[in-house]
T-cell receptor, first 113, second 120 residues
Framework: GESVGLHLPTLSVQEGDNSIINCAYS??????FIWYKQESGKGPQFIIDIRSNMDKRQGQRVTVLLNKTVKHLSLQIAATQPGDSAVYFC????????????FGSGTRLQVQP | SAVISQKPSRDICQRGTSLTIQCQVDSQVTMMFWYRQQPGQSLTLIAT?????????ESGFVIDKFPISRPNLTFSTLTVSNMSPEDSSIYLC?????????????????FGPGTRLTVT
């Protein structure tokens, strides 16, 4: 079947290195942000979220940083593993009103063994 | 988190025909969404489907082309009507799972596995 992310920018890292995936979001009124991981043939998988009243949030091996001044979001993955290879999307929405997510364009992460 | 299933997982259809995609959730949810993901692209919202009301469509998507049903709080269908090759995409449903408590009140959205549609 056809893969997701054929035409997406690609980040290639060595196994064990840290990865940083960046995202510029569009709506200055957005106050909730999510990072998703999508493997080939699967739906997006929730990784971590952050609200606009925070600038950093940590999960297991992942950290999300939010810079509202420049409307920038990043996902840091520590000690990247081959299983982390996937397409990563950031998504944004507003806490009130429209509840659906607006997705960024995505980045393909390739982990080299 | 909610567990979401979709049927069919994939299909190959002839142009001019219609396909109905089913989305089943393991818990009651108020808000369900249908997205389209064209090959090599990101996700685009088609419509929001709330139980007991008409679906709300995004710009560029119309009810005649993508009729949606939402008969209860655990189920929805999306029909792709009068298909053309341009409708070849992955169609995904998602639900909003509202979790409150602690310092973060979140509205996490979870996705189904998607339906991969090819129109010939």
């Amino acid at each position: 079947g056809e893969s997701v992310g054929l035409h997406l920018p690609t980040l290639s890292v060595q196994e064990g290195d840290n990865s940083i995936i960046n995202c510029a979001y569009s709506n200055s009124a957005s106050d909730y942000f999510i990072w998703y991981k999508q493997e080939s043939g699967k739906g997006p998988q929730f990784i971590i979220d952050i609200r606009s009243n925070m600038d950093k949030r940590q999960g297991q091996r992942v950290t999300v940083l939010l810079n509202k001044t420049v409307k920038h979001l990043s996902l840091q993955i520590a000690a990247t593993q081959p299983g982390d290879s996937a397409v990563y999307f950031c998504a944004e929405n507003m806490d009130t009103g429209r509840r659906a997510l607006t997705f960024g364009s995505g980045t393909r992460l390739q982990v080299q063994p | 988190s909610a567990v979401i299933s979709q049927k069919p997982s994939r299909d190959i259809c002839q142009r001019g025909t219609s396909l109905t995609i089913q989305c089943q959730v393991d818990s009651q949810v108020t808000m369900m969404f249908w997205y389209r993901q064209q090959p090599g692209q990101s996700l685009t919202l088609i419509a929001t489907a709330n139980q007991g009301s008409e679906a709300t469509y995004e710009s560029g998507f119309v009810i005649d082309k993508f009729p949606i049903s939402r008969p209860n709080l655990t189920f929805s269908t999306l029909t792709v009507s009068n298909m053309s090759p341009e409708d070849s995409s992955i169609y995904l449903c998602s639900v909003e799972s509202r979790e409150q408590g602690g310092t973060l009140s979140s509205y996490e959205q979870y996705f189904g596995p998607g339906t991969r549609l090819t129109v010939t």
